[in-house]
């Protein structure tokens, strides 16, 4: 198993720079993105269908949600590559919350974490671009307050996991960004 968790905050782009990235990569590894799996779990129990209305459910249910997430993406990992993208720190009615619960991190076992960042300005500008989605927090010193609790989540959990952090700029090409975390993947064990 080889799994690396990618992370940044949402407008980044992170989920792009992974589909490109898990394209130019092949077969060999499996792209996962967390909320989609944390959407089916909670559609599954009657809690929601909408992304968006995910971070106003209770912190309860949130990490019910996250712990079988994990284990799903555990059971996914095994004796795969797989590329995990998620959110390290989510904004919820409650606050900021973890995006892995202790639970869920040791069942997710990350070998590396990548974090996809730009310029809070950028990402501002992307957010106003995006009609398809609704941000609850707005501003530039929002962004960069939610991307500095993303850079100390992970390297919290690179200190419970013994990961190493590394991160990646996606200020103009996707196609950059996505060759950078192709070549922080494959610098893993190779894929058997």
Same mark, same amino acid.
């Given at each position: 198993?080889?799994?690396?968790?990618?992370?940044?905050?949402?407008?980044?782009?992170?989920?792009?720079?992974?589909?490109?990235?898990?394209?130019?990569?092949?077969?060999?590894?499996? +792209?996962?993105?967390?909320?989609?799996?944390? +959407?089916?779990?909670?559609?599954?129990?009657? +809690?929601? $269908?909408?992304?968006? /209305?995910?971070?106003?459910?209770?912190?309860?249910?949130?990490?019910?949600?996250?712990?079988?997430?994990?284990?799903?993406?555990?059971?996914?990992?095994?004796?795969?590559?797989?590329?995990?993208?998620?959110?390290?720190?989510?904004?919820?009615?409650?606050?900021?919350?973890?995006?892995?619960?202790?639970?869920?991190?040791?069942?997710?076992?990350?070998? $590396?974490?990548?974090?996809?960042?730009?310029?809070?300005? @950028?990402?501002?500008?992307?957010?106003?671009?995006?009609?398809? $989605?609704?941000?609850?927090?707005?501003?530039?010193?929002?962004?960069?307050?939610?991307?500095?609790? @993303?850079?100390?989540?992970?390297?919290?959990?690179?200190?419970?996991?013994?990961?190493?952090?590394?991160?990646?700029?996606?200020?103009?090409?996707? /196609?950059?960004?996505?060759?950078?975390?192709?070549?922080?993947? @494959?610098?893993?064990?190779?894929?058997?």
């Amino acid at each position: 198993m080889d799994l690396t968790v990618v992370s940044g905050v949402p407008g980044v782009g992170a989920s792009e720079v992974c589909r490109t990235a898990r394209a130019e990569l092949g077969d060999g590894y499996e +792209l996962i993105n967390f909320g989609d799996v944390m +959407l089916e779990k909670a559609a599954a129990r009657g +809690l929601t $269908r909408d992304r968006d /209305e995910l971070s106003k459910l209770s912190q309860r249910d949130l990490q019910l949600l996250q712990r079988r997430s994990a284990e799903y993406v555990a059971g996914r990992a095994r004796g795969r590559a797989v590329i995990l993208n998620t959110h390290l720190a989510v904004a919820t009615v409650h606050g900021y919350l973890p995006g892995l619960s202790r639970s869920s991190l040791r069942d997710v076992d990350p070998d $590396r974490f990548v974090l996809i960042e730009a310029s809070p300005e @950028t990402i501002a500008s992307r957010r106003e671009e995006a009609s398809y $989605r609704s941000y609850r927090e707005t501003g530039v010193h929002s962004i960069d307050f939610h991307q500095d609790l @993303t850079r100390t989540a992970a390297m919290s959990y690179a200190m419970q996991t013994d990961a190493p952090v590394r991160m990646v700029e996606n200020e103009s090409s996707i /196609e950059d960004a996505a060759a950078d975390l192709v070549a922080i993947v @494959t610098e893993g064990d190779p894929v058997e």
